[in-house]
């Protein structure tokens, strides 16, 4: 019995605070002090009450527009979004801040933060790509706008990690096409692929990738479609095997260079 006494003292107690804490935000909503408002929603900010500070900030943007208060007000109110993971909304306020106040010695900060939200949003790499497009966007237009920052470091990793997110789904599309038997539509796209990426790890693995694209669609094609087709197989071959002639996919490949040879050799009596 005492302990369910207790634990009601403790529930009232409770509800009580919840109340009067209620109670004076909306007091704070309803003030016409502005200032009052104003630091209010900074000590709400400073204690992680995010939902309640930008509601705030947000009154506060028409109230101090035009004063040299607008800085603060912008920058708490962009991090509130930030905060509370609105990010496209946030990349959009941090940026106009860096763009409206580029003297203030938090706009570089607000530039990074901007490419910093894309970044929070760029999806899968099986997704739609969009967003890490504009990450990368964004991140550049920081390095050239602040070549030394502190910052720099951290959003060169960030473009770095966009386009190996854009180079893994490039490869996935393509491989996609090959999977799906769209073997000339493969070609493209992993030549695509290292064309944008002519550095990729993988770049390897993408060549044989052309090679059994090449010489599958020969096989697949019409008769007379076929001895053009396998001779592409062939010079595929051999610009494989230039370039990579210690490949651990040497004999897989030389297997696909004379099955090309041999049929070739068929049809073109028949010609």
């Given at each position: 019995?005492?302990?369910?006494?207790?634990?009601?003292?403790?529930?009232?107690?409770?509800?009580?605070?919840?109340?009067?804490?209620?109670?004076?935000?909306?007091?704070?909503?309803?003030?016409?002090?502005?200032?009052?408002k104003?630091?209010k929603?900074?000590?709400?900010?400073?204690?992680g009450?995010?939902?309640?500070?930008?509601?705030?900030?947000?009154?506060?943007?028409?109230?101090?527009?035009?004063?040299?208060?607008?800085?603060?007000?912008?920058?708490?109110?962009?991090?509130?979004h930030?905060?509370?993971?609105?990010?496209?909304?946030?990349?959009?306020?941090?940026?106009?801040?860096?763009?409206?106040?580029?003297?203030?010695?938090r706009?570089?900060?607000?530039?990074?933060?901007?490419?910093?939200?894309?970044?929070e949003?760029?999806?899968?790499?099986?997704?739609?790509?969009?967003?890490?497009?504009?990450?990368?966007?964004?991140?550049?237009?920081?390095?050239?706008?602040?070549?030394?920052?502190?910052?720099?470091?951290?959003?060169?990793?960030?473009?770095?990690?966009m386009?190996?997110?854009?180079?893994?789904k490039a490869?996935?599309?393509?491989?996609?096409y090959?999977?799906?038997?769209?073997y000339?539509?493969?070609?493209?796209?992993f030549q695509?692929?290292?064309?944008?990426?002519?550095?990729?790890?993988?770049?390897?693995?993408?060549?044989?990738?052309?090679?059994?694209?090449?010489?599958l669609?020969a096989?697949?094609?019409v008769?007379?479609?076929?001895?053009?087709?396998?001779?592409?197989?062939?010079?595929?071959?051999?610009?494989?095997?230039?370039?990579?002639?210690?490949?651990?996919?040497?004999?897989?490949?030389?297997?696909?260079?004379?099955?090309?040879?041999?049929?070739?050799s068929?049809?073109?009596?028949?010609?």
């Amino acid at each position: 019995m005492k302990n369910l006494l207790r634990f009601s003292f403790f529930l009232l107690t409770a509800v009580l605070i919840f109340t009067a804490s209620c109670n004076q935000y909306q007091q704070v909503v309803k003030s016409d002090d502005y200032y009052l408002k104003l630091a209010k929603a900074k000590e709400y900010y400073e204690k992680g009450l995010y939902y309640k500070a930008q509601p705030l900030f947000e009154e506060l943007l028409s109230f101090f527009k035009g004063t040299n208060v607008m800085q603060d007000v912008l920058y708490y109110y962009a991090y509130c979004h930030y905060q509370t993971g609105e990010y496209l909304i946030a990349s959009y306020h941090f940026k106009n801040f860096a763009t409206t106040y580029p003297n203030d010695p938090r706009a570089e900060e607000c530039l990074f933060m901007s490419a910093k939200c894309y970044y929070e949003v760029s999806p899968s790499y099986m997704l739609e790509q969009g967003y890490t497009h504009d990450c990368i966007d964004a991140a550049q237009l920081f390095a050239n706008t602040y070549p030394n920052s502190t910052y720099l470091n951290d959003a060169n990793k960030m473009v770095d990690e966009m386009r190996s997110k854009l180079e893994e789904k490039a490869f996935y599309s393509a491989n996609l096409y090959y999977k799906m038997e769209k073997y000339k539509a493969a070609r493209v796209a992993f030549q695509n692929l290292l064309r944008d990426y002519p550095d990729s790890p993988h770049a390897e693995y993408v060549m044989f990738l052309i090679l059994k694209s090449d010489y599958l669609y020969a096989v697949n094609s019409v008769v007379s479609k076929q001895p053009e087709r396998y001779e592409t197989a062939i010079n595929t071959y051999q610009n494989f095997t230039n370039k990579y002639n210690n490949s651990l996919y040497q004999s897989q490949a030389k297997n696909i260079y004379e099955a090309s040879v041999k049929n070739l050799s068929k049809i073109k009596p028949n010609e």
